[in-house]
């Protein structure tokens, strides 16, 4: 019955590789981000989809990409890691866009480590 | 530039007393303003959003105040917990491109 779920939780992998985070949630929400939180605790969104339409795409690397199949999935793919990629992911989602009112409900997160 | 500013960077508190977590931001056109406390290992969760028009909202022992005019924000905790130890982070929300802008919180440590 979790409202936003991801996989994996834990994630450790060498420099260069690609690898996937997925996230899904069962709120029917129609919005939905993600954010990254580095070593010093600070959340910054990276992307938002509304109803599978790019909403916001904040300042990252093109070697980060989201992929949304349907609006209850937002999955994060990213390639060529790098040692600074080394974060903790949080997905999110609310019925409205990032400028409403209305609750962003947080995934557990994904402790991305790259060696 | 859209800032959100939040004090103290952390604060040690007795259980059972109050406190007092400050958010100061320059963030326009605003929108709205969350409080989000973050446990540990998990994902932020979120106590309070207010609108311009509102002045205070409470959430249990959680009261956030906000001041639209001098741009100021505050979680008041009464009768604080252990379980209460936790980041507690300010976003400010307004109708830009980039909508969200967080504060880098103020850690809390509530200690019996």
């Known amino acids: 019955d979790t409202a936003v779920s991801q996989t994996p939780k834990y994630l450790v992998t060498q420099m260069g590789n690609d690898k996937s985070i997925k996230c899904e949630q069962n709120?029917?929400?129609?919005?939905m981000y993600w954010y990254k939180q580095d070593s010093k605790k600070f959340l910054k969104i990276m992307f938002s989809y509304n109803n599978k339409e790019l909403i916001i795409n904040e300042t990252v690397p093109n070697r980060f990409s989201p992929k949304s199949p349907d609006k209850a999935h937002l999955n994060l793919h990213i390639n060529s890691l790098e040692l600074g990629d080394s974060a903790v992911y949080f997905c999110a989602s609310s019925f409205l866009r990032a400028s409403g009112t209305d609750t962003q409900y947080f995934g557990p997160g994904t402790r991305l480590t790259v060696l | 530039k859209n800032q959100v500013e939040q004090s103290p960077q952390s604060l040690i508190i007795l259980e059972g007393k109050n406190c007092t977590l400050q958010?100061?931001?320059?963030?326009?056109?605003?929108?709205?303003l969350r409080w989000y406390k973050q446990d540990t290992g998990r994902g932020p969760v979120s106590l309070t959003i207010?609108?311009?028009?509102?002045n205070t909202k409470s959430n249990g022992r959680y009261t956030a105040t906000l001041d639209a005019d001098t741009k100021q924000s505050s979680l008041h905790i009464t009768a604080s917990q252990l379980s209460d130890s936790a980041s507690y982070i300010c976003v400010v929300v307004h109708s830009g491109n980039t909508p969200l802008v967080f504060g880098k919180g103020t850690r809390l440590s509530v200690i019996a």
């Open positions: 958010c100061n931001y320059t963030v326009s056109p605003f929108s709205n």
């Open positions: 709120l029917g929400h129609d919005t």
């Open positions: 207010m609108t311009f028009s509102e």
